[in-house]
């Protein structure tokens, strides 16, 4: 089932020659986890889509409430049986018509979703290796912090990381700071600080970012920062993690000759599914 502008059908129908996000990734997404029935983080999700479409100037219909979001979500979930558990993606852009400078702001909508097998969040010891993605860069500006369409640089380098046996690479801006993983936001954890790259070195905006950052404050004997993060700093830390809305956390066990412990990504994680489960 796909909902296509708050109607659910089997296919959209819609033209793809005429799509603007096809045709010049026109587009901002949210990827989206359901638990039992409920939208995992819905203020967050809704509040940086609305943020994100009014950065790039699209016109918010004044139905688009956080209630009609949520609906829309559900009712998509609730019509293939996978509310326990799935993934959704929701796909807004621009209507059809002109070239760079669009014939309209007003906006359409598709979501679509599938089931998810692990409900809560969970992580595996088993070995996670990255290597640094040097073909291309993230810039170090708002636009990079959006979910747009445009994700040449993690498509392209997760075809580096599997053609050479990594599961995953870090991305760096245009100054060599490390902005982000493929797939996440990257945190470093060295002696009793916990560092991740600030908005303004281009990382994504990420909600589960936002989640880990909160519960790490909370933490006693853990001093938590938005700072930049080099490729030198990587060698120095104790533990590097992965985080994502579908995922939760990933640790990072090797970075080249570099291997990390998993103690601080393993609590996280339990402090985590607490928190989903009382939502």
């Known amino acids: 089932m796909v909902n296509y502008n708050g109607t659910l059908v089997t296919q959209t129908g819609a033209e793809i020659q005429g799509n ?42 004044m139905h688009f409430t956080m209630e009609y979001f949520e609906s829309q979500i559900l009712d998509l979930v609730k019509a293939q049986a996978i509310e326990n558990a799935a993934r959704v993606r929701f796909s807004v852009f621009r209507k059809a ?3 760079y400078l669009p014939e309209t702001n007003d906006i359409e909508f598709v979501a679509v979703a599938e089931s998810l097998e692990n409900a809560m969040y969970s992580f595996e010891n088993q070995s996670y290796e990255v290597e640094l993605f040097k073909d291309f860069y993230i810039t170090a500006q708002l636009l990079s912090t959006l979910k747009s369409n445009n994700r040449l640089v993690q498509i392209t380098g997760s075809i580096f990381a599997e053609e050479n046996g990594y599961q995953n690479c870090l991305v760096m801006n245009e100054v060599k700071n490390i902005a982000e993983a493929l797939q996440g936001n990257l945190f470093m954890l060295t002696g009793n600080k916990l560092i991740t790259p600030p908005l303004s070195d281009g990382c994504l905006n990420g909600i589960m970012r936002k989640q880990i950052l909160a519960i790490a404050r909370k933490m006693e ?49 339990k402090k985590l599914n607490v928190q989903i489960r009382l939502v």
């Open 20 to 61: 603007r996000g096809f045709l010049f990734g026109d587009s901002i997404f949210e990827t989206i986890k359901v638990l039992d029935g409920k939208v995992l983080f819905l203020e967050d999700h809704y509040f940086r889509l609305m943020a994100s479409l009014r950065i790039v100037r699209m016109e918010i219909p």
């Open 97 to 99: 018509g002109g070239f």
């Open 221 to 269: 004997n853990l001093e938590v920062a938005e700072e930049s993060i080099s490729p030198f700093d990587l060698q120095k830390a104790d533990e590097l993690f992965i985080t994502n809305v579908i995922k939760g956390i990933q640790p990072i066990t090797k970075y080249r000759k570099k291997e990390y412990k998993t103690d601080l990504a393993s609590e996280l994680v």
